[in-house]
């Protein structure tokens, strides 16, 4: 069924109805490009009349020139493709990690109220105080870094999957038992499917939290990548250099979240 | 077969950390072979706890369950309806029918896939078999539920109150669709209801529960067996004789409850 009429079919108040529609689209859009040209106007304006002191707060135009000089002399897509990397494997790694156990924790009650208490201490703990142990057992470097990023995406991901799972409806359980269902049976047939929503929203949670986990690892342990660009920027005072690799960081992030975004409407459509 | 399915002396208790509470005390009743029996009470006397009973999910703390004289087990078929008909989002119309099939390995048996489309095709689903449950409208989900729970060709049918989700002018026409389909698919029927009504228009036998610990109060054969369908047997004379005989039993044990 396409839903493809011709507008002439339509009355004239819900062409009205459209087009206030279509214009509030437009406004919002407009408002929102707005903001963004008024905050990097005002930013490039107030520094180079120098109300500002761009040492402190660099500049637009020093950003865009500072991009440039590190993208072409090759370093700043080797810090991105480190950064991307860490993320990347430590986001699927916890999230596949965090799904696993949430499974387990759901098969089996017992383990559930066993394990109850440590889950809640995890949650709670900051996981950046566990950085000094981390260097130590498993090197400096870029393992160090990953194990950062799956600590901190695990615990939610395993909290807010069980939390989904326990959630279904005790009646579609009775239903698959009643038609000779037995747990494996359950698990794939109901409990993982009816999850899937839960799921794509804890993968949208990760993206922000794998970078969190990253470039906290990063400014612990770091010879290369973004956050030890921040980090390296700040030491030295070349705040341009700091800005720089804080812009390349909202568009990964950002790009990997429209990823996401894709891969759920893709998945939902089947 | 008189004794179809037999309930004998069935008790229950429930075990709490306070206390134990007996639900079902000594439920004894029987259900003929192609007979539909509607079992009504008080809320929250322990009509759902039955049908888990029969469907084996729970185990008696006394007396024993009867299929054929022998006493129901993992392997018995027996199909199981709820108030909502708990069709699965993320799978087609056709997918959600052979659901049962599936589970027991016979999604690929020639036999049992021909009877599936003779099911769909012959309560017009067939068309819609490749659509999704949230196409349908409400009496169509519920007939594809039906439809799923047939596939498996259980020896017995459980409703659990399998219309009150739906709204009044839907649920009359979905009970003569289901009345209907249960009736040419010759199957034996245990159903769980609060509504009289629609316990009279679709049953041969009515079993009344006391309030908890349950037990049976009354059994009221139902005879309006030549009037076709359930919207047509409440028009006749004799269903309100019906309703007030079974309302009388029903408000004597409410006001207990209130004493």
């Known amino acids: ?270 | 077969m008189d004794n179809y399915l037999q309930l004998k002396d069935v008790s229950l208790s429930y075990h709490t950390k306070e206390k134990e509470v007996l639900a079902l005390d000594n439920i004894t009743f029987s259900v003929k072979k192609n007979e539909y029996l509607s079992i009504v009470g008080p809320s929250g006397c322990g009509k759902t706890t039955i049908l888990s009973l029969i469907a084996g999910l729970l185990k008696p703390s006394g007396g024993e369950v009867l299929l054929e004289n022998k006493p129901i087990d993992k392997n018995t078929t027996i199909g199981y309806m709820f108030q909502r008909d708990h069709l699965f989002e993320w799978r087609t119309i056709y997918k959600n029918v052979i659901l049962g099939l599936e589970l027991n390995g016979k999604s690929k048996d020639k036999e049992s896939i021909e009877r599936v489309d003779d099911l769909l095709k012959k309560y017009g689903l067939y068309d819609f078999k490749n659509s999704y449950p949230y196409q349908l409208s409400g009496g169509m989900r519920q007939r594809a539920a039906l439809i799923r729970t047939l596939a498996l060709q259980p020896k017995i049918l459980l409703l659990d109150e399998p219309f009150s989700a739906l709204d009044y002018q839907t649920k009359l026409s979905v009970c003569d669709d289901v009345h209907q389909i249960i009736t040419n698919e010759k199957q034996t029927v245990i159903a769980v209801t609060h509504d009289i009504s629609e316990a009279i228009s679709m049953s041969d036998r009515i079993v009344v529960l006391t309030n908890r610990p349950s037990k049976v109060k009354y059994i009221q054969d139902i005879k309006l067996q030549d009037i076709k369908t359930p919207l047509k047997r409440r028009e006749s004379t004799i269903f309100p004789k019906y309703f007030d005989l079974i309302w009388k039993e029903l408000s004597n044990e409410k006001k207990e409850e209130v004493k």
């Open chain 1, 1 to 270: 069924m396409k839903k493809k009429r011709k507008l002439n079919n339509y009355s004239l108040e819900h062409k009205k109805y459209l087009k206030k529609i279509k214009v509030d689209k437009t406004t919002t859009l407009i408002a929102q490009i707005l903001i963004f040209c008024a905050i990097i106007g005002l930013w490039e304006l107030l520094t180079a009349t120098k109300v500002l002191d761009p040492f402190f707060l660099s500049s637009p135009s020093r950003i865009f020139v500072t991009l440039v000089d590190t993208f072409k002399n090759g370093n700043l897509l080797y810090h991105i493709g480190i950064t991307l990397y860490e993320t990347i494997v430590g986001f699927i790694l916890a999230t596949a990690l965090g799904t696993f156990i949430a499974i387990l924790l759901w098969w089996s009650n017992k383990l559930r109220n066993i394990l109850d208490p440590y889950i809640v201490v995890l949650n709670a703990l900051p996981k950046i105080a566990l950085g000094p142990v981390i260097i130590i057992w498993v090197g400096a470097g870029t393992p160090a870094i990953i194990t950062m990023c799956i600590l901190i995406c695990i615990v939610i991901t395993t909290l807010s999957m069980l939390s989904s799972f326990l959630s279904c409806d005790k009646d579609k359980i009775a239903l698959m038992k009643s038609m000779g269902a037995n747990k494996f049976q359950i698990l794939f047939k109901l409990i993982l499917p009816n999850s899937f929503g839960e799921f794509v929203s804890v993968l949208k949670i990760n993206v922000g939290m794998s970078w969190v986990g990253t470039i906290m690892g990063e400014y612990l342990v770091s010879k290369a990548g973004l956050g030890y660009l921040i980090v390296y920027g700040g030491q030295v005072f070349k705040l341009d250099l700091v800005m720089s690799s804080t812009v390349v960081l909202c568009f990964l992030a950002c790009l990997m979240y429209i990823l996401v975004g894709i891969l759920e409407r893709k998945v939902k459509r089947h």
